[in-house]
């Protein structure tokens, strides 16, 4: 399989972040952060700097991976001003991803509501009445430009936004009608936090067609607590899931790329030893 790593989950420094994946034979780069700007953010010469680096040093972009939509709400609408930055957004990084030979630009999700669907009363007393109608019409210019740019866009499961789960990432797509254009990006650590089972639970959702890039990492989640404790890859609460996963991403033939998402620190803030740390056991499951 594809393996690679979210460059700045080593370091925004591109250049030791690419040498860093040259000791683990990583060739996939994810771009989020690069120096201190974010992508999309980016002038011209920088890219054109990183994309002779990457390419000098046999590194193939994955995914650019900008937070595009994050923090909008329910309350927010097509074309308004929050909404036509994010946009605005989408078009720089898309132009970036077409300089960098990237295949996919990430998107995210509008803020989480909580109860999105209900029965036996729970429909009238609970729900947030409206809020997943929103979600489509706030997809669908995004949907539209990138089939304009041929490009297609990955929405990442998130912790806190409207998509965090395997079933509601494949539910917008359909009601988009987007799957040619718009894939899922899968981050099954994010889904724990909606108590989604990784395995077969949410993977089997994204059978057919819907996965188009993997994060993984490792956590333990306490939902009631409302804390998140990152920790090395294998020990926290997907650790046994990880096997069965890199199973069926093998029987179904997966061909995208699989990047470690290096959040976990070992207690000091230096997110290059946790990557250190995690690295080989993902390479033995996953490589």
Known sequence: MKLGVICDGISRDLNHAVTVMDEFGLDHAELQFVGDKEVGDHPAEEIRRMDRLLRDRGKMVSCLSRHVFAGLTTAN?????????????????????????????????QKKEQILWGHNGAETWNVAHGAWNTMAPMMAPAVDLARAEGLTLVIETGNGTMINSSHTARRLIDELEAKDVLKVLW????????????????YDELRGGYLGHIHLKDVRVDTPRATLTCT???????????????????????????????????GNGDFEAGFRQSIRPFRSIFG
């Open 77 to 109: 609408r097509p074309g308004d001003a929050d909404h036509s930055r994010h946009m605005d957004a989408l078009k720089r990084v898309i132009d970036m991803a077409h300089v960098l030979g990237a295949p996919l630009v990430r998107i995210m999700s």
């Open 187 to 202: 981050d099954p650590a994010n889904n724990c936090w909606c108590h989604e089972t990784a395995y077969p639970d949410g």
């Open 232 to 266: 090395r890859f294998g020990d926290g609460q997907l650790g046994s899931f990880f096997e069965p996963i890199a199973r069926a991403l093998r029987r179904d033939d997966y061909r995208g790329v699989i990047s470690l998402e290096s959040v976990f620190h070992p």
